[in-house]
């Protein structure tokens, strides 16, 4: 194995390991959304997608630069082309045509050729292109790491929820055993029937399946939240924002009242720079009827000779010419003339799709600012409607430990209860999934 071949497999060696062995991450939420906007892998490709147009931009400039190439050529006659001329040598004696071998068996030449375009008026316009297209490129960069921010945030969103309903599942179950106990040890004593006990059981059951199942969707989660972090699967990740912060947060709240700046909103930049690319491809069509100019210089050392012995008995000969190339389209059968049409309506068409966007941004927009208002409403009841279920409940359990109220009261309460926490998280994650995609439509990622 060669010992380049040995340093590629090590270094690939090492990549991997470092990427298998990602250390623990401690991230708040804008550390977080800030990470994805760096190192999500939608957010890498977009970024290499837009250095491809910087180094696109150079590769068209340098068309109108001096272009320089070599050329070296070697070739040997295994039979010389033989060529019947007319016999001027002995004229009205033998034969009236002879043959004659014109070239040697060996010819080398070597030469340089520099070129130059002096006008080109697509080539002009092109300029222009190239620019607006590194500029598109930017745009689609910055709505990549706008996009990357959203799916972050819903992502962290999602792992405190469900880690919140885990806790709020969690918080019953003590209490559904303890009197799980006492009614077991009032059935040993002949107060209570085994039909109580099993109430209690399903519904202990029932709370502990619940956390269970909390558990698995913030487990679930964590690897979508690595996923969208540009993070290996398994790295041990600590949110440090806590999710009551984040739901009471000012900043959060005051979304809704946000206007929508449409003229600095990524989509519609992005729109009207297609505008000025087809515009840009419309000017090009018409440029095409221009004459272009270009130039050339081109010297040449050229040997000939009977036996392979380059510069030996017979010298290299220079050649050197230069000269100049004027191109000028006259007639095309109309086929400039409707090219030159199909861009003016694509140009149309994009004036559209302009004005479309814009409509669309703000509509969106305000579609996202009534969901989030509905769902902050939402969820400010259900926050009530939890905290009255777990006083009904509280009462309900010590009506029963002081033998107040039967077993069938308790386990009504706790199942009241559980719906209210599912309730409650499902209107959590809304609020929070409604103000993250009112803040993108917002395009204040």
């Known amino acids: 194995m060669s010992i380049r071949s040995i340093t590629t497999a090590l270094l690939g060696a090492f990549w991997g390991l470092a990427a298998v062995a990602q250390g623990p991450v401690s991230l708040s939420l804008q550390q977080a959304v800030d990470l994805a906007a760096k190192q999500s892998y939608q957010v890498k490709a977009s970024a290499l997608e837009a250095e491809k147009a910087r180094h696109k931009v150079k590769e068209f400039t340098a068309v109108g630069l001096p272009q320089i190439n070599g050329e070296v050529q070697l070739q040997n006659f295994i039979d010389v082309p033989t060529q019947l001329i007319p016999n001027f040598f002995t004229p009205g004696q033998g034969p009236e045509f002879i043959a004659a071998q014109f070239g040697l068996p060996w010819n080398a030449s070597a030469g340089l050729t520099l070129t130059q375009l002096i006008f080109d008026g697509s080539y002009l316009v092109g300029l222009k292109a190239t620019r607006t297209i590194a500029e598109s490129s930017r745009l689609d960069l910055q709505k990549a790491e706008a996009d990357a921010r959203n799916q972050a945030a819903k992502a962290y969103f999602g792992v405190l929820a469900a880690e919140e309903g885990a806790k709020l599942a969690g918080e019953g179950i003590p209490l559904l055993e303890k009197a799980l106990r006492e009614v077991n040890a009032m059935l040993e004593n002949g107060f209570m029937e085994t039909t109580d006990v099993d109430r209690l059981t399903i519904q202990l059951e029932q709370a502990r399946t619940q956390q269970r199942s909390f558990v698995q969707q913030a487990e679930v989660a964590r690897l979508l939240l690595a996923l969208t972090l540009g ?33 600095t909103h990524v989509e519609q ?11 840009l491809n419309r000017k090009n069509e018409r440029t095409k009827a221009m ?11 050229v040997w000939n000779g009977p036996d392979f012995d380059p510069g030996g008995t017979y010298q290299f000969y220079p050649t050197t010419v230069w000269g100049a190339k004027l191109t000028v389209p006259i007639f095309s059968s109309g086929n400039r003339h409707h090219k030159v049409k199909q861009a003016e309506i694509a140009l149309s068409q994009v004036e559209v799709n302009r004005t479309a966007t814009e409509q669309r941004l703000l509509a969106t927009a305000e579609q996202s600012r009534s969901q989030a208002r509905t769902a902050f409403d939402n969820f400010r009841t259900e926050e009530r409607s939890l905290k009255l279920s777990k006083d009904i409940m509280d009462r309900t359990s010590i ?5 107040a109220a039967a077993s069938f009261e308790l386990t009504q309460e706790q199942g009241n209860y559980l719906i209210a926490q599912q309730t409650y998280i499902q209107r959590m994650v809304e609020l929070l999934m409604a103000r993250a995609d009112l803040r993108k439509a917002l395009d204040l990622y």
């Open 231 to 263: 993070l290996p699967q398994g790295t041990p990740m600590t949110l440090t924002d806590d999710l009551t912060k984040i739901l009471a947060d000012a900043n959060e709240i005051s979304l809704t009242e946000q206007p929508l700046q449409i003229g």
């Open 269 to 279: 930049q992005q729109a009207e720079t297609l505008v000025l690319l087809q515009d």
């Open 291 to 301: 004459p272009s100019l270009g130039a050339f210089l081109s010297h040449q050392q």
């Open 399 to 403: 009506k029963f430990t002081n033998g």
